[in-house]
């Protein structure tokens, strides 16, 4: 459903069109921008960190809580990782099931 939505939806079909992907993102954000009101809108970047985010929050910054990084390149690149060796293993085993249940309907040679 999310692929339908957004990758096929929001993007077209053109996620990997790099140029393309970044014109929507663009756009959004500009629309996003022409409707919210300034004052309900914190235009915020992660590596940014906690301040401008509490800051428009009204909140402190969390002194003893260091800002959380669990999405940066290298993470990402983990995931798609196990993800793959994940969709191999189960590709695998259907695979190995599937000529398993064709093999056992093979009429056997008679002797």
């Excluded at 969390?62 to 999405?71: A, G, R």
């Excluded at 690149?77 to 695979?95: F, W």
């Excluded at 099931?97 to 040679?109: E, F, L, M």
């Amino acid at each position: 459903m999310t692929d339908r939505l957004i990758w096929d939806g929001v993007f077209g079909g053109r996620f990997e069109d790099r140029g393309y992907a970044i014109e929507v993102f663009n756009c959004h954000n500009e629309e996003v921008s022409r409707f919210v009101p300034p004052d309900r809108l914190l235009v915020y970047e992660v590596k940014e960190g906690w301040g401008p985010l509490c800051s428009f929050l009204g909140v402190p910054v969390p002194d003893e809580e260091p800002f959380p990084h669990v999405n940066d390149a290298e993470e990402f690149l983990a995931r798609i990782r196990r993800m793959t060796r994940t969709v191999t293993a189960v590709a695998s085993v259907v695979l190995v099931a599937w000529v398993a249940i064709r093999c056992s309907s093979w009429p056997t040679p008679s002797g």
